[in-house]
Structures are given as C-alpha cells and as structure tokens.
C-alpha cells in the first residue's frame, strides 16, 4: 500500500470535513476531493461516511489512517535526524506553566551552542503531555509527578524535589497568634484552619493531586473560592486576601504580604526530564538536557527549604 500525501488524510479526519481541511492544508477543495475520490477507488472502499454533515472514518478508513500517522512519524524522525547530523532542525520540548521559567534561562545558553537549531515549546499538563509524547509530537517534557504518579517506563532524569508549602496572608489570626511557627502538622488545616478558604490548583494538576490527597487523608473538603493553574497569580490572590493556597516553596519570594508553613511530614512533588521513547540523545538534546538539570537545581532552591 502506498501512502501519498498522508497528511491530507489526516488533516480530513481532523477537521471532520473535506472542506474544512482544504482550508487548513491550504488546498483547494476539489483538490482534495478528488485525491480521496481516487484514494478510496484504488483501495476499492470509502474511507469516510457522511453522518450528520460530518465524515467518520470506515473500519477501513481508520487502518489507513493509522498507517498514515505513522508514515508521518517516519518522516518526521527521519528529518529530525539528518538535521541533527548538521546540527540543525527542531527540538519540540513540552513543559507544564511551571516549567516556562527554567526554560527561558536555559534558552540563551543553548541558543549559543546550537544557534541553527530552533526550540519549539508546549505548555501543558502532564497527562497531555505524556499523550503528545506517546504520539511522537514532542521529544522531550519538563513534568512535575507525584508519589502516586507511574514513573515513565523509558526513564526520566530527575531535575529537582519541590517542597510545597502553605501560604496565608500575613495579617491573618492565624499568622498573628502563631508569630514564631514555621511548620505544621496537616491536621491544622482541618483544625485551627476549618472556616479558611481555599485557592486551589487546576484539576488535572500534580499541585491539585496532592492538595485532594491531602484533605481525602482529613477526610475534610475546604471551601475553594477559585481553582487555576498559575502559580504567581495564586499567590497574588493570597495577597490579596482571597485564601490560603498550597503553592512551591520556590515561588515564595517577591511577596512580602504572604507568610508560609511547612508540612511536617513535607508535602513534595518530583521535578523531571522526560525524552521521548526511542528518541535519539543527539548532542543538541544530550546540551539542553544538562542545562534545564542546572538550571533547576539553581532555580528551584530557596533559603527557605533549609531553615528549621
């Protein structure tokens, strides 16, 4: 069987219509009627039904479209490593809103030893992340994971261990009639911390996991006023006067308005690099992945992880 131009069929199944596609690919639309018009003749069966104005792939239609993902996974692996050869190309790097930092101040280093290579970069979740790179659209991931997370069967490099931490603002009653505490216990927050709202990290986040599995073990659910996954903005809410929030111990600084607790036992998530599964440690990759090690281990540690 031979697969031209898998990318058109791709594109129709994406977008659900020929129509639609041709406007994606940049095509005109009897171009590409007419390539699955002759696609389907040589193959002797549809490989789309019409339901609902939209197209949904055959039995037939999603076998060759499955091969057609992979010719273009073949492709792309095959260009990325004749560009690697010449030190050129694409890195795809795909990290979590946390990440962005560490990306930016590994950036001017790498772009110096590998100025023809460009990073193109993703921000997302881990379990979107660990989808794009199961599908091969991204070589490598910056992803914070949890105790319970599953650790990547490929192997990971360990960039960092965050500690994560209370934060309240510093007028609250709580920080007033407790001026010297610097750690408590998890009960306090179902105890002196009861009527407290919450600002809690986004669904699907790993700060999220561990904020549920810590009020799951108080068998006490808080009052959460807002749920988001930024978090600077977080913080500026505690600031604010909105709530409490669980945020990295690392992110702390530059607020002078919010006073911090730790955990005693520390609440941590995992800091790590990710390459994609069979993805080759081209000299360009084996550069960048040094860099985001030292530079996480740099950034990420603050004063305040060693005090008491």
Not at 136 to 151: M, N, Q
Not at 176 to 191: D, F, N, Q, Y
Request: contains cysteine; charged residues 25%.
């Amino acid at each position: 069987m031979d697969i031209k131009n898998p990318e058109y069929i791709l594109e129709i199944a994406h977008q659900m219509s020929v129509t639609r596609a041709a406007e994606k690919l940049f095509i005109t639309q009897s171009t590409l009627s007419q390539y699955l018009l002759k696609l389907e003749a040589e193959l002797g069966t549809p490989l789309f039904l019409r339901d609902k104005n939209r197209l949904v792939p055959t039995d037939a239609g999603r076998i060759y479209l499955q091969a057609a993902a992979d010719v273009v996974r073949i492709q792309d692996a095959a260009r990325a490593s004749i560009a690697a050869l010449k030190n050129e190309g694409c890195i795809r790097l795909g990290c979590s809103s946390w990440g962005l930092d560490l990306v930016a101040n590994s950036l001017p280093a790498f772009k110096e030893a590998f100025p023809s290579i460009t990073l193109k970069l993703f921000e997302n979740r881990y379990l979107q992340l660990k989808a794009m790179m199961q599908a091969g659209k991204i070589d490598l991931a910056v992803i914070a994971i949890t105790p319970e997370d599953d650790l990547p069967a490929q192997g990971f490099t360990p960039l960092c261990r965050e500690e994560l931490v209370l934060v309240l603002p510093k007028d609250h009653p709580f920080c007033v009639s407790h001026p010297r505490t610097r750690k408590i216990a998890p009960g306090v927050l179902a105890e002196e911390l009861r009527d407290v709202s919450f600002v809690f990290s986004d669904e699907g986040s790993t700060i999220r996991k561990l904020e549920d599995q810590l009020f799951a073990d108080l068998m006490f659910r808080p009052n959460v006023v807002c749920e988001l996954n930024r978090d600077d903005f977080t913080q500026k809410m505690v600031a604010n006067g909105v709530g409490a929030a669980i945020v990295p111990a690392a992110d702390i600084r530059g607020f002078a308005t919010v006073r911090s607790f730790r955990f005693d036992p520390p609440l941590c998530r995992e800091d790590i690099l990710v390459f994609r599964k069979g993805a080759e440690k081209t000299e360009a990759l084996a550069c960048l992945e040094k860099l985001l090690v030292r530079n996480s281990q740099s950034n990420r540690q603050v004063e305040f992880l060693a005090e008491g």
